[in-house]
């Protein structure tokens, strides 16, 4: 049984930082492609970043710069680095486990959290 659980969302201002992360439970974590997603209210859930096993990582064009994604496979946990955060930014973000060894996530049957709120605000 695989659990994703998320921490470190909170209230923030505009221009400002915070550090998501994701504890993995289950064996083998550093060989799985992981990655966050967001929803914002009224929108498609859409990828933010993803990171492979050996660790390549992959950004939206909206995060490309400000967001960092990385992860520690002893810890078997993930992370997301969120500087010059901006109100657009504000949204539930999720971790996600692919369920196979692969290079794309499949939403459908993938691994996710329950969300942690990142609020952008002044």
């Known amino acids: 049984q695989v659990q994703l659980v998320e921490s470190g969302g909170g209230l923030v201002q505009p221009g400002g930082s915070l550090r998501l992360s994701c504890a993995a439970s289950?064996?083998?974590?550093?060989?799985?492609?992981m990655g966050w997603y967001r929803q914002a209210p009224g929108k498609q859930r859409e990828l933010v970043a993803r990171?492979?096993?050996?660790?390549?990582?992959n950004y939206a064009d909206f995060v490309k710069g400000r967001f960092t994604i990385s992860r520690d496979n002893a810890k078997n946990t993930l992370y997301l680095e969120m500087n010059n955060l901006k109100p657009e930014d504000t949204a539930i973000y999720y971790c996600?486990?692919?369920?196979?060894?692969?290079?794309?996530?499949?939403?459908?049957?993938?691994?996710w959290g329950q969300g942690t709120q990142v609020t952008v605000s002044s």
């Open positions: 996600i486990r692919s369920r196979i060894i692969s290079s794309y996530f499949d939403p459908a049957s993938d691994y």
């Open positions: 289950g064996s083998m974590f550093s060989i799985y492609l």
């Open positions: 990171i492979t096993s050996g660790g390549v990582a």
